[in-house]
């Protein structure tokens, strides 16, 4: 199976960054498998930063890649959920990663942007979330061997929100359970926003 991956570029183009290599590479995603041993880890992920720290998503959770746009607040939400935006019809919820991992805060750079992911709605299906982040980098391979299995951070990151450590070209990125970071505060989506258990699992 494979999935398409839009950029949008509303009016200027990401000069400092490899989008159609990374979205090329992106469209030839097999349906990879994933689960809790780190054999199971082995697959494509598109990493991106946050910070000084690179983090993986496995790119069959990964639909856009969009610029950062405007973001419409809703009141009484935690503070990292951001607000809403409509992508061609369909309200989605915003997460700033920076703060839901309780980085300090910086000004948005023309590399900021939204990485739109498909994650397991608490309503049951799937749904569409948007993820703030510093800069996407790339789409890579991780084998088994380059995985493994996440210490016990405690605090700030915790590692149940990690699926394992990655060694990758001489860095260390953690990979992601973006099921547990999304749905950590059991985000109830909006009216608008209806499941999509048309997409794969």
Not at 15 to 23: F, G
Not at 51 to 70: C, F, K, L, N, P
Request: aromatic share 4%; hydrophobic share 40%.
């Amino acid at each position: 199976m494979f999935f398409l991956i839009r950029v949008l570029t509303a009016g200027q183009t990401f000069e400092q960054e490899p989008w159609d290599e990374i979205c090329a590479s992106m469209k030839t995603t097999t349906n990879e498998a994933v689960n809790d041993s780190t054999k199971g880890l082995a697959g494509r992920y598109l990493t991106f930063q946050l910070g000084q720290e690179s983090y993986g998503i496995a790119v069959m959770r990964v639909r856009e890649i969009i610029r950062m746009t405007e973001v419409t607040g809703v009141p009484q939400l935690p503070s990292h959920i951001k607000g809403v935006i409509n992508l061609r019809g369909k309200i989605i919820p915003i997460i700033d990663l920076r703060c839901r991992f309780e980085l300090s805060r910086i000004e948005d750079t023309e590399r900021t942007c939204i990485v739109v992911v498909q994650v397991r709605s608490s309503r049951g299906g799937h749904c569409l979330t948007g993820l703030i982040v510093d800069a996407v980098e790339e789409v890579v391979q991780v084998s088994a061997g380059e995985v493994e299995t996440a210490p016990n951070f405690g605090g700030r990151l915790q590692a149940e929100y990690i699926l394992g450590m990655a060694k990758i070209k001489g860095r260390i990125k953690a990979l992601l359970d973006i099921d547990r970071v999304v749905m950590a505060d059991s985000i109830h989506l909006a009216p608008g926003v209806v499941p999509e258990t048309t997409l794969a699992p």
